[in-house]
């Protein structure tokens, strides 16, 4: 017998490896082969156990191994009717993930079988590509095949029959074809600290693994580095950029799974949850360099525990996650805060309403670059790859049209759906969502309703949880008082400033530590993700008797506050599953089992404080749900109601005129003590609603 050549060696070596270890596998893919499936998926762990030279082997040079490994699966000694002719093999779990911001040429990754980890930005439709192309010659008949590989599509220069340049035809029916897909896979929010631009890289796949993943799934993808190089235009470029052949594709659990919690930390966790200050503690963790807001931040820290998320047994799901909008006059301190969260949140995306990708905050169906030639692919927006997180979204009322509807979907239901172009996807967005937005003529009007001071519809703005409404109004004490801590805020960033830059700072690392303190945040950043991701992991409350007494007492307080006949209902039952994830989200910060009445109490104290500054009629001072739920407080409707009675009586009056003569519409409401603003203000809005038109100069007619 001839000796065998190295390469055949390393084809006998896998035969071995698959004898050992895969017999059942090939026997079931010999039996799905080709409809149901087309691969071999190999384990690496089981490669490595088998040789570990092999292993190696494989992930530094995967192509040539790769080839090998086929080529064992084919000549695998199965039943004579049954061929394995095309099948893949497809190495996966392999011992270490490489973080996509470190990829480098120097570390000779290039080449290499490597694993990412990440959230899918952006995924193509799948697409048929064509990897070998049959050429007709229109002269004589022949076929020429043409393999086809990456970089454009290679004609042949001549005809294999007559020798001639065709013309030729592509015959479909004889050329191959593969089902292909390119994924943009970016890093993991968790894994980026303080507000890192994330970073991404760009995956193909084929055949049998694609359309399997959609955007915003968490994936590792094992896959071999290649670079392409640059080209503008026409003149290439000395760069290159990095791309992954994608070999395997697996969708991961999207809990915390970067945040490593060791013994040590969930100890210090377990004490802290013990202080009896501890809400006091958490509110000072919450961007102490920003004066005041205990209230809002306390309910950021419940935001950020969540309330328990609940599937009932009918299947259907309360979400746990609780939405929370800060509305207010410029300069309030309001970026900043959101900007915070990005510190102590387990997972989080900060984004601004215009959106900084096609995607915007929620998702679409574009059509761009990405993929070849101007493919419709998937994109993930902000609350979707938020999804188990929070989303910070500063400047909500500038988002884009496209995101007005699809959001109602992703904050009540926390999913987006998307049908485009051939897409049809359902996203999951189960994040909670802090948004910050001014008011629509920039500053705040105490007197008017809310749902008219902010560019949101009443729809969405009901979905909230919480609105805090943050105004600018000058009042010495509190002035002082902020004026005194920002200055101090400012003097520890000199001192910190001067002592790191100065080679003989003029103060000692004692004075600045003693300056530093009041602005430091109560329990360390690091610690308090941690603390958070643990709670969400391991806590969830149940209900004690006295706390849902407690809850069930405020809301049928608050309600019958507007139980006489005509007044306004104060609140919906919307509210009342929103005091319950409160109370739920302040159980979890004590790593409670159970939500107690303080709980309740927390949770209906804010509640109450928040309605007190949005839920109110400005003109009767009592409380409307209506204002929040529907933009229009029942006054105003009240009296919207009668502006068009009088328009109308007034109409009826002037019957030679085309409609209702705007002097005798003003004297009228005049009697009703309407005043002309007020008219002329409730006019314009019944215009606009197309309630009401113009038919001649100042006269109007109610549709
Ligand atoms: P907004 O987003 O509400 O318009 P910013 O967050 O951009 O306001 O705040 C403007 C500036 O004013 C920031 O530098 C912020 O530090 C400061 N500022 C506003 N309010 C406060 C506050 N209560 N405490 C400390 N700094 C504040
Ligand atoms: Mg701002």
């Not at 699809?406 to 998307?418: N, R, T």
Request: charged share 30%; proline share 5%; with cysteine.
């Amino acid at each position: 017998m001839a000796q065998s050549s190295p390469n055949q060696e390393l084809v006998d070596r896998f035969a071995r490896f698959y004898r050992n270890y895969y017999r059942d596998a090939i026997s079931q893919l010999a039996q799905q082969y080709p409809n149901e499936q087309r691969s071999l998926h190999i384990d690496y762990n089981d490669l490595y156990q088998f040789d570990p030279d092999l292993a190696e082997d494989y992930l530094s040079q995967p192509d040539q191994l790769g080839d090998f490994a086929e080529e064992a699966l084919r000549m695998y000694d199965l039943p004579a009717d049954v061929s394995l002719g095309q099948a893949h093999v497809r190495l996966r779990n392999l011992p270490d993930t490489v973080d996509i911001r470190a990829i480098r040429v120097h570390d000779n990754h290039v080449g290499r079988m490597i694993a990412v980890s990440g959230i899918i930005r952006k995924a193509t439709d799948v697409r048929p590509k064509i990897t070998e192309a049959a050429f007709e010659c229109q002269r004589c008949g022949t076929m020429t095949y043409i393999p086809q590989s990456d970089g454009g599509f290679q004609e042949p220069h001549e005809c294999q029959g007559c020798e001639r340049q065709g013309p030729f035809r592509v015959n479909y029916d004889q050329s191959e074809f593969v089902d292909s897909q390119k994924l943009r896979v970016q890093e993991s929010p968790e894994g980026l600290r303080g507000g890192e631009t994330p970073q991404s890289i760009d995956i193909d796949i084929e055949d049998d693994i694609t359309g399997k993943v959609t955007a915003g799934d968490h994936v590792t993808v094992t896959g071999v580095l290649h670079i392409d190089q640059v080209t503008e235009g026409n003149e290439k470029s000395q760069l290159f950029d990095l791309y992954m052949d994608g070999v395997s594709v697996e969708i991961e659990d999207e809990q915390f799974e970067d945040m490593e919690i060791t013994e040590a930390d969930k100890r210090e966790i377990i004490e802290l949850s013990n202080h009896p200050s501890i809400y006091e503690e958490m509110v000072a963790s919450v961007a102490p360099s920003i004066y005041g807001y205990d209230e809002e931040k306390l309910a950021m820290i419940l935001q950020l525990f969540s309330g328990v998320t609940k599937t009932l047994p009918d299947g259907s799901r309360i979400r746990g996650d609780l939405h929370m909008l800060l509305i207010g006059d410029p300069g309030t301190g309001k970026s900043q805060m959101l900007s915070y969260i990005r510190n102590i949140a387990p997972r989080s995306v900060y984004t601004s309403g215009k959106g900084s990708s096609s995607a915007g905050l929620t998702a679409a169906a574009v059509r761009d670059d990405f993929g070849e030639g101007q493919q419709w692919s998937l994109e993930a927006g902000a609350l979707v790859l938020a999804d188990q997180g929070i989303a910070a979204v500063d400047e909500l009322d500038k988002m884009r049209p496209e995101d007005r509807s699809a959001m109602h979907q992703a904050l009540e239901q926390q999913e987006i759906s998307i049908s485009k172009a051939g897409i049809n996807a359902t996203l999951k967005s189960r994040c909670s969502l802090l948004g910050a937005a001014n008011p629509k003529y920039g500053r705040f009007d105490q007197y008017e309703p809310i749902g008219e001071q902010i560019d949101l519809e009443p729809a969405l703005i009901s979905r909230f949880d919480l609105i805090f409404t943050v105004t600018d109004q000058p009042d010495p004490d509190e002035d002082a008082a902020l004026a005194e801590h920002i200055l101090r805020t400012n003097y520890a960033g000199e001192l910190e400033t001067q002592r790191t830059n100065v080679s003989n700072p003029e103060f000692t690392e004692a004075e600045v530590a003693s300056v530093t303190d009041t602005v430091e945040p109560a329990i360390d950043p690091d610690l308090l993700r941690k603390y958070i991701a643990y709670a969400k992991r391991n806590c969830y409350p149940t209900m004690t008797d006295e706390a849902q007494a407690a809850i069930r007492d405020f809301y049928v307080d608050l309600r019958s506050k507007g139980a006489d006949e005509d007044a306004p209902v104060p609140v919906t039952a919307r509210k009342l599953e929103a005091l319950v994830r409160l109370a739920e989200a302040s159980a979890r910060v004590r790593l409670s089992d159970t939500v107690e009445q303080e709980d309740a109490k927390r949770s209906t104290d804010i509640v109450r404080s928040c309605l007190q500054d949005i839920g109110v009629d400005p003109e009767t001072g009592e409380f409307d749900a209506d204002v929040i739920e529907t933009g229009t407080s029942k006054s105003q409707r009240d009296r919207i109601k009668s502006i068009k009675d009088v328009i109308e009586t007034v109409d009826a009056e002037y019957e030679g005129e085309a409609g209702a003569p705007i002097d005798a519409i003003v004297e009228r409401a005049g009697v009703e003590d309407i005043s002309e603003e007020k008219v002329m203000d409730q006019i314009e809005q019944l215009k606009r609603k197309g309630d009401v038109y113009t038919p001649a100069t100042d006269q109007y007619k109610v549709v």
